[in-house]
């Protein structure tokens, strides 16, 4: 809506009526924006967190031979007895491991695609 002057037609207490409901709508608006942007970070540091948790879950299985429910328990485990955030513990754990070079073959595969 355009914002225009008051008129003869139109009393200026009723312009300032519109304004007003036009400044609010716009403040309800800048909350709402401000509300999913909050809500978008946090679903990205969740799916963030939840990678590397899934990573180190892995880690753990493949050098324990454990199942999936183990890892995360011992994730738990050592998080609690730290009393630190699981996915805190699940960043050290991945780093903690020293990332694996390809092998020979898999080297090969990416030199020569095709």
């Given amino acids: 809506m355009p914002l225009e002057r008051a008129t003869d037609e139109q009393p200026a207490d009723e312009h ?3 304004m007003l409901s036009a400044v609010r709508a716009l403040v309800s608006s800048l909350d709402s924006l401000e509300t999913l942007r909050t809500e978008n970070r946090q679903l990205k540091e969740a799916l963030e967190g939840r990678a590397v948790i899934e ?3 892995g880690m753990l299985m493949a050098r324990y031979g454990c199942g999936e429910t183990e890892a995360f328990q011992m994730l738990v485990a050592r998080s609690q007895r730290e009393r630190r955030k ?3 513990v699940a960043s050290e754990v991945v ?3 020293p990332q694996a070079r390809p ?3 898999v080297a090969h595969l990416h ?3 095709g």
């Fill in 95 to 97: 780093a903690e491991v």
């Fill in 111 to 113: 030199a020569n695609p």
């Fill in 103 to 105: 092998t020979p073959v």
């Fill in 55 to 57: 990573r180190a879950k």
């Fill in 16 to 18: 300032v009526g519109t």
């Fill in 86 to 88: 699981v996915r805190a």
